[in-house]
């Protein structure tokens, strides 16, 4: 008997220029005017006009709300998609996502999140996507994503040192720095007990990586701040404000 054969893989993505990796990850969001802002500046560093941008919102369990909420704010700006998990994804995922200008990450639990993307081979869909320029970002759960660990609240209200990240960025981070009164307590508790050390972020405040270095903080409040975070210790970090347009 014939073995069956397997079906030719699609067509490979239509080539695109090379630019530098790069990630943003914020801290969070804020107030609708404020993630706006942040959220422009994620779309500017695609260079083009109208770029193509798509929302994963594994970590929120696919919240209907915040997909509507996306398109509403970013329809007359960029072209828009996201990508579902459920009941499975989409067929042509990789080519989906290696055509796009830029890829936003939802905040909630991140260790679903992750353990979903893994069983799907999407961490490794991601990985390409940013070697080849494809400008990564999100908050809180898309914050933490993108480093070697993070501290989260994925398996209950307590916060916890989680090792499992994607490891695009050294070290560990903290999003909510100023937003959960529990947070910057417990990530300095960690990391002087021998958690990686990293950095965190206050909410508003993004990071801007370029490779798998800081370029800059920038937010858009002017008390918003991210912070180096070692045994002995935390140093604040000077951010750039965002001006409105």
């Not at 995922?93 to 081979?121: C, K, P, Y």
């Not at 981070?173 to 972020?201: K, M, S, T, W």
């Not at 002017?222 to 001006?243: F, H, K, M, N, S």
Request: hydrophobic share 40%.
């Amino acid at each position: 008997l014939r073995r069956a054969q397997r079906p030719l893989p699609g067509p490979a993505p239509a080539p695109r220029l090379m630019a530098e990796p790069q990630i943003v990850a914020l801290g969070g969001l804020g107030e609708d005017d404020e993630a706006g802002r942040v959220i422009e500046f994620v779309l500017g560093l695609t260079g083009k006009e109208r770029p193509r941008v798509c929302l994963v919102p594994t970590a929120s369990a696919e919240e209907p709300e915040f997909i509507v909420r996306f398109y509403a704010g970013l329809s007359g700006r960029a072209d828009c998609s996201h990508l579902s998990f459920f009941p499975w994804p989409r067929e042509n995922l990789r080519e989906h996502v290696l055509s796009q200008d830029a890829v936003f990450v939802s905040g909630g639990n991140t260790a679903n999140m992750l353990a979903i993307w893994r069983v799907h081979g999407f961490d490794r869909i991601l990985r390409e996507a940013w070697e080849q320029g494809t400008v990564l970002a999100g908050s809180s759960a898309g914050m933490i994503c993108w480093f070697e660990a993070g501290v989260t609240d994925s398996f209950g209200p307590q916060l916890e040192g989680m090792r499992d990240g994607l490891g695009f960025l050294r070290g560990s981070a903290c999003p909510h720095y100023d937003g959960e009164e529990r947070r910057r307590p417990v990530y300095q508790e960690l990391v002087a007990n021998g958690f990686p050390a990293g950095i965190a972020a206050d909410d508003t405040a993004a990071l801007h990586y370029v490779g798998t270095e800081l370029k800059e903080v920038v937010t858009v409040r002017d008390a918003a701040r991210a912070y180096r975070v070692q045994p002995d210790g935390e140093t604040p970090i000077e951010p750039r404000i965002l001006e409105k347009e």
